[in-house]
């Protein structure tokens, strides 16, 4: 399995963004997907996730502004960013797991992307 983000970069305070992951696998279909973010200095957090079905799951610090989606058809996965705040600025991570969506530990996920940066200036 395969990740690799994209649609990062700099943005104002009140942007939109919209990250997308393309993941290369033939078995797309057993796998939750999650998005994390780590800062500077910081641990890698999660963000959202959303399992085959649909089901979506958020970390409470970014509940109502993004939005996590899947296309199942096409192996990608997305993170629509709305009222971008100077604490969002992070490298965001794609990631993808054999077990439940619901799970929001890093740990717990079997594969990575590189990441991509996003900042967000005040």
């Known amino acids: 399995v395969q990740l690799v983000e994209s649609g990062g970069g700099l943005v104002h305070t009140g942007d939109s963004l919209r990250l997308s992951c393309t993941v290369s696998?033939?078995?797309?279909?057993?796998?939750?997907m999650g998005w994390f973010r780590q800062a500077p200095g910081m641990e890698r957090e999660f963000v959202a996730s959303?399992?085959?079905?649909?089901?979506?799951y958020y970390a409470d610090s970014i509940k109502g502004r993004f939005t996590v989606s899947r296309d199942n058809s096409a192996n990608m996965v997305y993170l629509q960013m709305n009222t971008l705040k100077p604490e969002d600025t992070a490298v965001y991570y794609c990631?993808?797991?054999?077990?439940?969506?619901?799970?929001?530990?890093?740990?717990?996920?079997?594969?990575w992307g590189k990441g991509t940066q996003v900042t967000v200036s005040s």
């Open positions: 696998t033939r078995t797309f279909s057993d796998l939750a």
């Open positions: 959303v399992a085959w079905s649909g089901r979506t």
């Open positions: 990631a993808a797991t054999q077990g439940p969506a619901y799970s929001r530990r890093p740990n717990t996920y079997d594969y």
